[in-house]
Nanobody
Framework: QVQLVESGGGLVRPGGSLRLSCAAS???????????MGWFRQAPGKEREFVGA????????YYADFVKGRFTISRDSAKNTQYLQMNSLKPEDTAVYYC?????????????????????WGQGTQVTVSS
């Protein structure tokens, strides 16, 4: 089993910043052929949507159009941890943010991943952007 634990959510004013972390662990993590770690988010009444991902070996990054230039994904392979730096936050960024382990290659067009391609999920962390 692979466990993903997110942290770093909270309440922030519009224009502010937050950094989320996601640490992976578990007995089978070393045997799991993970291609990438990703972030998805789900706002009330909406479907879970792709935010971004980072390939675990090469460090290639993929972003949804609505976060390009504002969010940055990075990873620390030695700590099995990925990060989501969110800047210039907007009220519409309010959602529960989920970390995901992805075992497939990204799509070449459109969103790089769909939520049904995640093999493992974290428990989610709430991000609220409000004045």
């Amino acid at each position: 089993q692979v466990q993903l634990v997110e942290s770093g959510g909270g309440l922030v004013r519009p224009g502010g910043s937050l950094r989320l972390s996601c640490a992976a662990s578990g007995r089978t993590f070393s045997n799991y052929a993970m291609y990438a770690m990703g972030w998805f988010r789900q706002a009330p009444g909406k479907e879970r949507e792709f935010v971004g991902a980072i390939s675990w070996v090469g460090g290639n990054t993929y972003y949804a159009d609505f976060v390009k230039g504002r969010f940055t994904i990075s990873r620390d392979s030695a700590k099995n941890t990925q990060y989501l730096q969110m800047n210039s936050l907007k009220p519409e960024d309010t959602a529960v943010y989920y970390c995901a382990a992805l075992g497939t290659l990204p799509y070449s067009s459109g969103p790089a991943y769909n939520s049904n391609e995640a093999d493992y999920w974290g428990q989610g962390t709430q991000v609220t952007v409000s004045s």
